[in-house]
């Protein structure tokens, strides 16, 4: 078994997708992106977040088709365009944003503890931080 099935298994088993739609939208991206030169376990926790709800799905998806047909190596420039837009973002999705910054630049992420966020997204930061702690242990 290849490390993305691993990893998809991993986090399936492990009941870290929210539903069958977040699960399915992980499975295209990790399964059409996975082999990229520019694929890092950062970029896959990314596309774990992502993968969350539609709207963000969509930003992953175009920024990954840009990517692929520049034909990229690495997330540089897709590190600098979630500056750009965590810096444009109300407060949770800043967050989420830098979330996701914290991921490519493979450092630690932790939610202020006055961060003015709703319940629902503090749980999508929890689960992500879960589910990046499992991808890097396969």
């Known amino acids: 078994m290849n490390w993305k099935d691993r990893c ?4 399936d088993e492990e009941k870290l997708f929210e ?9 295209e991206l ?5 082999d990229y030169p520019f694929f890092t376990r950062g970029l896959c926790k990314c596309m774990y977040l992502s993968a969350w709800d539609e709207e ?6 175009e920024t ?3 990517m692929s047909l520049g034909r990229e190596t690495d997330t540089e420039d897709m590190r600098i365009q979630g500056d750009t837009l965590a810096e444009v973002q109300p407060d949770a999705e ?3 944003y830098q979330l996701s910054n914290s991921f490519l630049d493979n450092c630690t992420f932790t939610l202020p503890q006055n961060a003015k966020i709703e319940p629902e ?5 929890e689960q992500a931080l879960k589910a990046a ?5 396969i």
Do not use: E, K
């Not at 990790?30 to 996975?34: A, E, F, I, N, S």
């Open 121 to 125: 997204q503090r749980r999508i930061i």
């Open 19 to 27: 539903d069958s739609g977040h699960r399915t939208r992980f499975f």
């Open 133 to 137: 702690a499992l991808i890097d242990s």
């Open 64 to 66: 990954l088709s840009a």
């Open 30 to 34: 990790l399964d059409c992106y996975g």
């Open 56 to 61: 963000h799905f969509a930003i992953m998806l």
């Open 8 to 11: 998809f298994l991993s986090l």
């Open 94 to 96: 800043y967050y989420v």
